[in-house]
């Protein structure tokens, strides 16, 4: 079945540094999903890429999409402490009816 | 708007014990409704899914079950828990499967 990787499993920063996440699927994707989990908190929807080679920006919040819709990327410049979360990619393979999930980056930052 | 609900926020059980988790959602008609588990520090894990009333979707087998007998309401239950069925079980709900999906504020339960 469909898998989505991602990488790295932590991360921990300096505040203003950047930060990026990986994702990878072993299957083309209709649409990739991020989503931002806080500390005790639920997943919260962030962005959706549908078309290949998209890019889209949320104030320091970078989104991309590969030209083959088989990874994804989320990059945040110049980090924040209300960055810190567990950042998640989910992907909806090709006529597939659910998403999968990726295992979650978490981000912590040192002040 | 939308608002989704899920009781209890936190739940501790023994070994053995029957469960029932419940979620609602308003505002919305025909949702597509998830169910996830979440163990401690780790990624979701979809459990179960439903795009009708009475149309479950298992996706992992286990001592767990799910059923939907309202079009807002989703119900986890477990006849007998399993020390590993410890997690933060989350309900969502999209309006269609290709969408975003809105969770729920999770129920963290511990078995002991």
């Known amino acids: 079945g469909q898998q989505v990787m991602q990488i790295p499993q932590y991360q921990h920063v300096q505040e203003g540094e950047d930060f990026t996440t990986y994702c990878n699927s072993s299957t083309t994707l209709s649409n990739i999903q991020w989503y931002k989990q806080r500390p005790g908190g639920h997943p919260v929807f962030l962005i959706q890429l549908v078309k290949s080679g998209e890019v889209k920006k949320q104030k320091r919040l970078t989104f991309q999409f590969g030209e083959a819709k088989k990874n994804s990327s989320l990059h945040i410049t110049a980090t924040q402490t209300t960055d810190v979360g567990t950042y998640f990619c989910?992907?909806?393979?090709?006529?597939?009816?659910?998403?999968?999930f990726g295992q979650g980056t978490r981000l912590t930052i040192n002040p | 708007s939308q608002t989704i609900h899920q009781w209890p926020a936190t739940l501790v059980q023994p070994v053995g014990s029957p469960l029932s988790l419940e979620c609602t959602v308003e505002g919305t008609s025909n949702p597509n409704l998830y169910w996830y588990r979440q163990a401690a520090g780790r990624g979701l894990q979809l459990l179960f899914y439903s795009v009708g009333i009475g149309q479950i979707s298992s996706e992992v087998p286990q001592n767990l079950s799910a059923s939907r007998p309202q079009d807002r309401q989703f119900i986890l239950s477990s006849k007998k828990l399993l020390l590993s069925d410890s997690g933060f079980y989350l309900c969502?709900?999209?309006?269609?499967?290709?969408?975003?999906?809105?969770f729920g504020p999770g129920t963290r339960l511990t078995v002991l």
């Open positions: 969502a709900w999209g309006r269609d499967s290709e969408g975003e999906q809105f």
């Open positions: 989910a992907g909806l393979g090709q006529g597939a009816q659910k998403l999968v």
